[in-house]
């Protein structure tokens, strides 16, 4: 998924008003976790997103496990709305996702166990 593919379908199902660099920043948030806590990649390596340079690069994480960046961006414009139950059913959504996506990752890859570069 890209990002211009996840902006896309959360707009599609949740009509809103923010711009694409406000839900660029967003969606750069979970980008952010998944290079630094899961990938365990130095923070100084992660350059958030830019929509106009990024719209079309694939994102970090593949099907079937990215559905959690839609999930996010969803979550984010409930609470800028101040649609606070409706952010709570989707972060809880988006927290499931993570842990189901990070114990995949934990099963199938070792990062901390990589060599020296």
């Known amino acids: ?3 211009k593919d996840c902006i896309d379908f959360v707009d599609g199902i949740e ?3 923010y711009t694409e660099g406000q839900k660029t920043a967003w969606v ?3 980008e952010g976790m998944v290079i630094t806590d899961v990938l365990l990649r130095p923070v100084r390596e992660f350059t958030p997103l830019d929509y106009g340079q990024d719209k079309d690069r694939p994102l970090a994480v ?3 496990h990215d559905k959690l960046y839609r999930d996010y961006l969803q979550a984010r414009i409930h609470f800028a709305n101040g649609e606070y ?3 709570s059913g989707s972060m ?3 927290n499931a996702e993570w842990g189901e996506f990070v114990r ?3 099963r199938n ?3 901390a166990d990589k060599e020296e570069e």
Request: net charge negative.
């Open 1 to 3: 998924m890209t990002l």
């Open 15 to 17: 009509p809103n008003d």
């Open 28 to 30: 750069s948030e979970v």
């Open 62 to 64: 593949l099907p079937p």
């Open 85 to 87: 139950d409706r952010y």
């Open 92 to 94: 809880a959504l988006f």
């Open 104 to 106: 995949w990752f934990a």
């Open 109 to 111: 890859y070792s990062p």
